[in-house]
């Protein structure tokens, strides 16, 4: 009894002594290792689908799963940008970006209070996310670990997926959320589409890039139920990405050093059997075939999605020449009126579900400008290499693929922080591929000097 009396006593101490330890053990280890932030970043976003993005704890304000890892992601990257010198490129727009988003935080917490920092709070994680992952030298082996990290929680989400998918139509009511049902949407999306996007781009890493050495081998061998799980989903958009990330990947086919019969031979296979459990089951088949009809037809929320963008984009304007420029304040009022199908007229105060409207809106002019920037280079950047035949290509490749994938994806959503942590991730690649190229000295100039050096020993007198 003494034994226990004294466990319980010392319990709190050694938590203490624990916490003051994790901390700094945490700071230093995303310091120092680039797969050690990707972890986290992948760990905090399956534990985000598995809270429905829901507040996880209320002290005063309500706290969400990626509050805390993201708060010191963010400080990791500020050390970093500012004390290391191996950062492969410090980029003037990304700089300039930041630097509107956090004065408009500034302003906004000061005029609105906490409603700014809840309302800026997906900004500042793809921020974060973003800053932490282009502050380290990106090679071959880091994006290696970008593409088996994407593969794992792919699986992760899949399995997360079937486990809901069982407990709904099983039906375990007891295991059921309080409001019976996952998602309000329809009761197949039992994750949101930023999780559908992931496994989809694990799909098409498997599918064009397992092949090339790239860490893709065993997303590969998965893409059956990656393909089905994409499908069962039922995320229209994530179809459309899906669809844009095969177009590329067939368009950058030699980069892979694949050919280009037998990726489609490997697509068709792989379609053919996630498809076939889809089209003997009559109601799940009935419910993908709605979905995509309604997509073509532009229904659904698809008229809804135009009047939303439409009305923010309205209100922005109306704000004046100083949210024209540099964007609405964190926390400003987002009730809007929009008209519906029917005429009649809707309030609304959710986001514009368009992140090209929603940085226009957030950034202004001058800070959607720098974003944009900054997005041309990467991809201009990934496309020149992607098409240069050598060993990089492949990596270009793929990571051009997610990038095309992402912003596809970004015509219906607004920003994700594992989706801007890949854009990070390229813009460090990219970065990182030109200081080499930059630094290798010019082939021909070493070839002439080498011949000139033996002109000169042969003209030596003996």
Same mark, same amino acid.
């Given at each position: 009894m003494d034994a226990l009396v004294y466990l319980v006593t010392a319990v709190p101490f050694l938590l203490a002594v624990l916490l003051g330890l994790a901390l700094p053990l945490f700071l230093l280890a995303a310091y120092r290792h680039f797969g050690f932030g990707l972890a986290v970043l992948c760990v905090v976003y399956w534990l985000d689908a598995v809270s429905l993005s829901q507040p996880v704890l209320r002290l005063g304000i309500q706290l969400y799963v990626p509050d805390l890892p993201m708060v010191l992601l963010g400080f990791v990257a500020l050390l970093r940008w500012l004390l290391r010198d191996d950062l492969p490129r410090r980029h003037a727009a990304w700089v300039l970006l930041a630097l509107v988003f956090f004065a408009g935080l500034g302003i906004g917490l000061v005029r609105h209070g906490t409603a700014a920092g809840v309302q800026a709070r997906p900004d500042y994680y793809a921020i974060a996310a973003a800053t932490y992952a282009m502050s380290f030298p990106i090679g071959a082996r880091q994006v290696r670990q970008v593409v088996q990290a994407l593969t794992v929680l792919s699986v992760a989400l899949l399995a997360l997926c079937v486990y809901r998918w069982i407990v709904y139509y099983g039906p375990l009511p007891d295991l059921l959320p309080p409001g019976g049902t996952y998602n309000v949407d329809g009761p197949a999306r039992v994750v949101g589409s930023n +999780?559908?996007? %992931?496994?989809?781009? /694990?799909?098409?890493?498997?599918?064009? +890039?397992?092949? %090339?050495?790239?860490? /893709?081998?065993?997303?590969?061998w998965l893409s059956p139920p990656l393909l089905a799980g994409t499908l069962v989903l039922q995320h229209r958009s994530v179809?459309?990405?899906?669809?844009v990330g095969v177009l590329l990947s067939l368009l950058l086919a030699r980069a892979q050093r694949v050919p280009l019969w037998q990726q489609l031979v490997l697509a068709g296979a792989v379609a053919f059997t996630a498809a076939a459990p889809v089209v003997f089951n009559q109601a799940l088949s009935d419910q993908v075939q709605s979905s995509a009809s309604r997509a073509l037809a532009g229904q659904g929320t698809v008229q809804a999605r135009f009047a939303n963008w439409r009305a923010t984009l309205e209100q922005w304007v109306g704000d004046g020449p100083r949210s024209i420029a540099l964007g609405r304040l964190p926390g400003s009022d987002t009730v809007r009126s929009v008209v519906t199908a029917s005429g009649g007229t809707l309030r609304i105060a959710y986001n514009p579900h368009n992140y090209y409207v929603s940085a226009l809106t957030s950034y202004g002019v001058l800070g959607a400008a720098a974003l944009a920037w900054v997005v041309l280079w990467v991809l201009g950047g990934l496309w020149r290499r992607a098409r240069a035949h050598d060993e990089e290509a492949p990596v270009s490749a793929a990571l051009l693929v997610l990038l095309g994938m992402q912003w596809v994806y970004y015509v219906a959503y607004t920003v994700d922080y594992l989706q801007f942590a890949l854009l990070g991730v390229a813009l460090a690649w990219v970065a990182q591929s030109e200081r080499k190229r930059a630094l290798a000295p010019d082939e021909g100039t070493r070839v002439a000097a080498g011949a000139h050096a033996v002109r000169r020993r042969g003209a030596a007198p003996a």
């Open positions: +999780f559908a996007l %992931v496994i989809a781009q /694990a799909l098409l890493l498997g599918l064009f +890039f397992g092949a %090339v050495r790239l860490g /893709a081998e065993a997303a590969r179809w459309l990405a899906a669809i």
